[in-house]
């Protein structure tokens, strides 16, 4: 650990199971960057051996290994086409694969008969065009699930639907509807909702790409909360300040594979392969 400030030192003690998040202002016009420096012996929380995904004769993901360890928050960086939407929501079993195996906390999850759904109360998902419930208020997106699964009474449901919009700066708008709600504030509901779940990891596929660009700080905040806070993060993003800045690691995946998995510093600054070299000349 490197512990190069209080804040660092902060982040890396051994993250927590259940994300607290802070009640916290939402500033923005700045993103306040908060490295997360994870241990090697944080416990694997995600491990894929072999990863294939293919659509047809179409093979997108070809033999894709990675462990993902409590607490991590990992960027997914790659150009367009390359198969990042397919691996993350592979993790959460949105796509079945069609090799390979993916354990969860030690349970192989791709075998017959895993419970999807439980799954993805394990594994939120922020996607890049909300998914919010545009019949539903604010606050109603935020409960129905917990409600609907049985994990919480509509009362614990509507108290955490208040906290968590607190928490993301959202509070006076619980009864309004998406529709009435910017880019940037439909986001903040959407991982609002998401955590309801009380999630052990969240997957972000591209959270701000929809955004228009002075709201995009205001969503990365949320996320870089959620990291100083423990959260295990597996984020694909075009915003390179975040992967830098925010990220314990960095991977980047092209022809269907890793090529890259390191640290934001060795990935930004010392890249070894060519293809990452290249991509980076091309979106820096
Ligand atoms: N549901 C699908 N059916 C057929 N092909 C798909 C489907 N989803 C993704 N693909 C293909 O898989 C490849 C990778 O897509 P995707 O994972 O969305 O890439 P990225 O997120 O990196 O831009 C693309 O060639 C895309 O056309
Ligand atoms: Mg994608």
Request: proline share 4%.
């Amino acid at each position: 650990m490197s512990g190069k400030s209080d804040k660092n030192k902060k982040s890396s003690a051994s993250p927590s199971k259940k994300v607290d998040i802070k009640k916290n202002e939402v500033s923005s016009d700045k993103v306040d960057l908060a490295k997360k420096d994870v241990s090697d012996k944080s416990e694997v929380l995600i491990r894929v051996e072999d990863l294939c995904k293919s659509f047809g004769n179409n093979v997108v993901l070809d033999g894709i290994n990675i462990e993902i360890r409590r607490g991590e928050v990992i960027s997914v960086i790659g150009p367009s086409g390359c198969g990042k939407s397919t691996f993350i929501r592979s993790l959460n079993l949105l796509e079945v694969p069609t090799g390979g195996k993916i354990f969860f906390e030690g349970e192989d999850i791709t075998e017959r008969g895993t419970d999807r759904r439980l799954i993805r109360e394990k594994i939120g998902m922020v996607f890049q065009q909300f998914n919010l419930f545009d019949n539903l208020t604010v606050k109603k997106n935020i409960m129905l699930a917990p409600v609907k699964l049985k994990l919480m009474t509509k009362e614990e449901a509507n108290k955490k639907a208040m906290e968590l919009l607190e928490r993301v700066g959202l509070a006076e708008h619980a009864d309004k509807y998406p529709s009435q709600l910017s880019g940037g504030q439909k986001q903040r509901v959407a991982i609002a909702r998401s955590l309801a779940m009380n999630p052990d990891v969240m997957l972000f596929d591209e959270p701000t790409s929809a955004l228009d660009p002075e709201m995009v700080s205001e969503v990365l905040n949320i996320m870089n909360q959620l990291a100083e806070a423990g959260m295990t993060m597996v984020v694909v993003t075009h915003e390179m300040g975040f992967a830098r800045g925010v990220s314990s690691r960095v991977i980047f995946i092209d022809g269907g594979n890793i090529r890259e998995d390191s640290t934001p510093e060795e990935i930004f600054t010392n890249p070894k392969n060519e293809r990452l070299r290249d991509f980076l000349g091309k979106i820096l």
